[in-house]
């Protein structure tokens, strides 16, 4: 999801979640006031996941770490420059894809797969909605499918007004997009394509806003800070929250979030305190920003993942639906 823009925290985010901010603890890792003049973390990718990075870049850098930029290419653009080695770390709302692999490997870049949190993939509709409180995974594929005609409430659902229905989601260079298509409609990037598209999820909250009949999706922290102008929308009779992602009931839309670290860039001082620092205080930092984050041993093991140089990814190249957080964990790692 993409402003195609490279940002020096603190930014425009910030400001949403200032005062969530300021709960955030600094615990832990200690950073080095003595910073490597010149050095620079260089992210991208993932508007999804920018906003638990960005924060984690905030408090590095005002505990003496090293400047760290934080882009907003989408998960797709994200690997097109990570795999180029424009960028140190990649921030993914989704597993690296089989030509993400490819590419990465034409280029010599091996990569640490860091899952940093769970999100809960959200459906959101205008506060003047009163009839589509609940749907159900059948009735999105319905509206989303490829080919899809569906272009009025009323045919979605018996009962539902005779209100034109405008369709507000993710580019196709989101890992949001991605993780919808596959986990609604059975297949990654099989969608229909009559909706209002953008890389800015900030875009996607302005138009169902101010429109009656939208429906859209993003990623639950964007909900979070927009629940004053727009409602979501349960899926299968339950509701987006850390309770239900935490305790497997919100299927199929929670799903794991990453951090990709080129493991040469991993090497020099500065990513590695960057990335220390970030998965000690991830716990609280996830939860600043209204995702959902692991019990405190699961970092520990993505943190010894990272200590221990461990390449690779859990997913072959695919997209998968339904993982634990200890699946992550657990699965062979595979390059």
């Known amino acids: 999801m993409?402003?195609?823009k490279v940002k020096l925290v603190p930014s425009r985010f910030t400001v949403l979640f200032s005062a969530a901010a300021a709960t955030v603890a600094v615990a832990g890792l200690s950073v080095s006031a003595v910073n490597s003049q010149g050095s620079v973390v260089r992210i991208d990718g993932s508007s999804t996941v920018y906003p638990v990075t960005e924060k984690a870049a905030e408090g590095f850098q005002k505990a003496g770490g090293a400047k760290v930029t934080v882009g907003i290419s989408g998960t797709g653009?994200?690997?097109?420059?990570?795999?180029?080695?424009?960028?140190?770390?990649?921030?993914?709302?989704?597993?690296?894809?089989?030509?993400?692999?490819?590419?990465c490997r034409a280029k010599g870049i091996s990569y640490i797969e860091?899952?940093?949190?769970?999100?809960?993939l959200t459906v959101v509709v205008n506060k003047?909605?009163?009839?589509?409180?609940n749907m159900t995974a059948a009735e999105l594929k319905k509206i989303w499918e490829p080919n899809s005609k569906i272009s009025n409430w009323r045919d979605v659902r018996s009962g539902f007004p005779n209100l034109p229905?405008?369709?507000?989601?993710?580019?196709?260079?989101?890992?949001t997009f991605d993780y919808f298509t596959e986990a609604i409609n059975g297949k990654s990037k099989a969608s229909r394509k009559d909706f209002t598209a953008s890389e800015d999820d900030n875009v996607l909250v302005q138009g169902v806003?101010?429109?009656?009949?939208?429906?859209?999706?993003?990623?639950?922290?964007?909900y979070e800070a927009n629940k004053g102008r727009i409602s979501s929308v349960r899926v299968n009779n339950v509701a987006p929250s850390r309770q239900t992602v935490e305790s497997g009931a919100y299927t199929p839309l929670s799903r794991p979030i990453f951090l990709y670290v080129n493991a040469n860039a991993a090497k020099r001082p500065e990513v590695k305190r960057f990335i220390e620092y970030y998965l000690k205080n991830a716990r609280n930092i996830v939860s600043s920003v209204k995702y959902v984050?692991?019990?405190?041993?699961?970092?520990?093991?993505?943190?010894?993942?990272?200590?221990?140089?461990?390449?690779?990814t859990i997913?072959?190249?695919?997209?998968?639906?339904?993982?634990?957080?200890?699946?992550?964990?657990?699965r062979e790692l595979k390059n």
Not at 77 to 103: H, Q, V, Y
Not at 165 to 175: E, H, N
Not at 209 to 222: M, V
Not at 297 to 305: D, E
């Open 2 to 4: 993409v402003f195609n």
């Open 77 to 103: 653009g994200g690997f097109k420059k990570f795999c180029n080695g424009e960028t140190d770390i990649s921030n993914a709302s989704r597993p690296i894809l089989r030509k993400e692999m490819d590419a």
């Open 114 to 120: 860091l899952p940093i949190a769970y999100d809960a």
């Open 128 to 133: 003047g909605n009163t009839w589509a409180q």
């Open 165 to 175: 229905l405008k369709l507000y989601g993710p580019g196709a260079d989101s890992g």
């Open 209 to 222: 806003a101010r429109d009656k009949g939208a429906l859209g999706y993003f990623g639950y922290a964007y």
């Open 293 to 312: 984050p692991f019990p405190q041993p699961a970092y520990n093991g993505i943190l010894a993942r990272f200590n221990g140089a461990k390449t690779g």
């Open 315 to 330: 997913f072959g190249g695919e997209e998968a639906v339904g993982l634990k957080i200890q699946d992550l964990l657990t």
